[in-house]
T-cell receptor, first 117, second 118 residues
Framework: EAQVTQNPRYLITVTGKKLTVTCSQN?????MSWYRQDPGLGLRQIYYSMNVEVTDKGDVPEGYKVSRKEKRNFPLILESPSPNQTSLYFC????????????????FGEGSRLTVL | AQKITQTQPGMFVQEKEAVTLDCTYD???????LFWYKQPSSGEMIFLIY??????QNATEGRYSLNFQKARKSANLVISASQLGDSAMYFC???????????????FGTGTRLTIIP
């Protein structure tokens, strides 16, 4: 089954304690991306990756790191979480639009709800 | 300037009526994609429909159609014969090739909460 898997789904942590949210996809997609969703702000892009070892900042990258060592995995790292990073996080994957041979659909994980105290 | 603007924070529509959710976008790129996602109260993101900037026909998927007006930079979602299960948050989004080398950026609107009234 084609899917994007995020872990953990729910996490409560404390300020300053490093954490990693994992994201894995089994569709051999080149494009992967992280978003945070906050009330009234919609989804905002944190980081994205067009392929292995290629990452770039989205609109709200401060306080986050990512890596893309393998095509299927794109972990999101919070080195020193702060309360303003309390949010719902989504990982997504898809094929690049450049070939214009796909629907443009992005496949989303189920979301990870993070609370930083 | 907002890349994606959804001007309707909330809408109430009678069941079985058609509904149009507004979306306007801003880009200078020639190659981009527009799409709509539905987020029910359970939280998952459900893909509804996609429109490529080079597609001349409006996209349709079952009860969903995308009214693409390129000159106006609008990509409204039309849901025909609304159902109670259509009650959800709806997001318009745009993928654009910001560097012309396949380097894409993705932007979402703030969403419209649609409530279908029995």
């Amino acid at each position: 089954e084609a899917q994007v898997t995020q872990n953990p789904r729910y996490l409560i942590t404390v300020t300053g304690k490093k954490l990693t949210v994992t994201c894995s996809q089994n569709m051999n997609h080149e494009y992967m991306s992280w978003y945070r969703q906050d009330p009234g702000l919609g989804l905002r892009q944190i980081y994205y990756s067009m392929n292995v070892e290629v990452t770039d900042k989205g609109d709200v990258p401060e306080g986050y790191k990512v890596s893309r060592k393998e095509k299927r995995n794109f972990p999101l790292i919070l080195e020193s979480p702060s309360p303003n990073q309390t949010s719902l996080y989504f990982c997504a994957s898809g094929r690049p639009l450049g070939g214009r041979v796909n629907t443009g659909e992005l496949f989303f994980g189920e979301g990870s709800r993070l609370t930083v105290l | 300037a907002q890349k994606i603007t959804q001007t309707q924070p909330g809408m109430f529509v009678q069941e079985k009526e058609a509904v149009t959710l507004d979306c306007t976008y801003d880009t200078s790129d020639q190659s981009y994609g527009l799409f709509w996602y539905k987020q029910p109260s359970s939280g998952e993101m459900i893909f509804l429909i996609y429109q490529g900037s080079y597609d001349e026909q409006n996209a349709t998927e079952g009860r969903y159609s995308l009214n693409f007006q390129k000159a106006r930079k609008s990509a409204n979602l039309v849901i025909s014969a609304s159902q109670l299960g259509d009650s959800a948050m709806y997001f318009c989004a745009m993928r654009e090739d910001i560097s012309n080398f396949g380097n894409e950026k993705l932007t979402f609107g703030t969403g419209t909460r649609l409530t279908i009234i029995p």
